[in-house]
């Protein structure tokens, strides 16, 4: 009996949830971003929003001796995470749980840090941050990714496909401004090198996307998702220079809306 053909969820799965990661970044970035809260407490509450399968879940659970709950709303990532988390034997300081950024149901003011690398956006900036600054103490740090623009008219071919993943992307100074506005103070950002691109995410996924086509070699309809899928690194290689991903620090203010007087460090790479 011929088997079925996988459905694009199943082969979203066998993607992406084969990789490192889910979206740009690496260790390098994540230690860098934390260079930037200094004063972070020594054994600090971590929240990781969005987590995937815990890329930078695993980094932080190296850089800091804090405690991290990481939460993504997809199950197979938590239970690959999880998995992990076992086997490292970091079961003690780290709990991965499925849920949703837009319903966390988490006490107020039970984080020193809230991370998110790639996955605010979904629920669009300032609902993000009105939706974690009740949760971080005061004084407590938000650093997240978030594409922006990196140019003024980028491309159409560019816009098309951001029109329909993230129509309300900026550019590094709106995201800026956003965060001002929803109680945060901004204290730092950099753009993520071409190389937090490539290691941990797009060089995998073509690996992984190639490995597949091979065993699904006489299936066309998988064969037409994994073409999809595969279009997003050669989307990067073509059109990398319009976009990209900035990581932004930022800090809970005691008021809502208040940044007057401070002073933004940009790091240039
Ligand atoms: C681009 S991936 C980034 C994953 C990971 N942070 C990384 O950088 O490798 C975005 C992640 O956010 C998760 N996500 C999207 N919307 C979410 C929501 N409303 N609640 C919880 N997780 C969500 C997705 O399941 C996905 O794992």
């Known amino acids: 009996?011929?088997?079925a053909?996988?459905?694009?969820?199943?082969?979203?799965?066998?993607?992406?949830?084969?990789?490192p990661r889910q979206g740009p970044g690496n260790r390098v970035c994540a230690a860098r971003a934390l260079t930037l809260l200094p004063d972070l407490p020594a054994y600090p509450?971590?929240?990781?929003l969005g987590c995937g399968v815990g890329g930078q879940t695993l980094h932080l659970a190296e850089l800091t001796a804090g405690s991290i709950l990481a939460i993504d709303r997809h199950p197979p990532f938590i239970g690959h995470l999880t998995a992990t988390l076992v086997e490292r034997g970091l079961t003690g300081r780290v709990r991965a749980r499925v849920g949703d950024l837009a319903d966390l149901g988490l006490p107020a003011a039970s984080f020193d840090l809230i991370w998110s690398e790639g996955a605010l956006y979904n629920l669009g900036i300032p609902r993000a941050l009105a939706i974690c600054r009740p949760l971080l103490r005061d004084?407590?740090?938000?650093?997240?990714?978030?594409?922006?623009?990196?140019?003024?008219?980028?491309?159409?071919?560019?816009?098309?496909?951001?029109?329909?993943?993230?129509?309300?992307?900026?550019?590094?100074e709106d995201v800026l401004a956003l965060i001002g506005a929803g109680g945060f103070e901004p204290v730092g950002h950099f753009t993520l090198p071409?190389?937090?691109w490539w290691e941990d995410f797009y060089t995998p996924m073509e690996r992984q996307v190639r490995a597949l086509r091979e065993r699904y070699h006489d299936d066309p309809a998988a064969l037409a998702v994994l073409a999809e899928i595969g279009q997003e690194p050669d989307f990067h290689r073509r059109h990398g220079d319009a976009y990209a991903y900035e990581f932004f620090v930022a800090r809970r203010t005691s008021k809502s809306g208040s940044t007057a007087g401070h002073e933004v460090k940009k790091e240039f790479e």
């Open 1 to 3: 009996m011929p088997t």
């Open 45 to 48: 509450a971590v929240l990781d």
């Open 194 to 196: 071409d190389a937090a």
């Open 139 to 172: 004084g407590g740090y938000l650093a997240f990714t978030d594409a922006v623009w990196r140019v003024e008219n980028p491309p159409a071919a560019a816009r098309a496909v951001f029109a329909a993943d993230y129509p309300t992307m900026g550019r590094v």
């Open 5 to 19: 053909s996988p459905s694009f969820q199943d082969l979203f799965h066998q993607v992406f949830g084969a990789l």
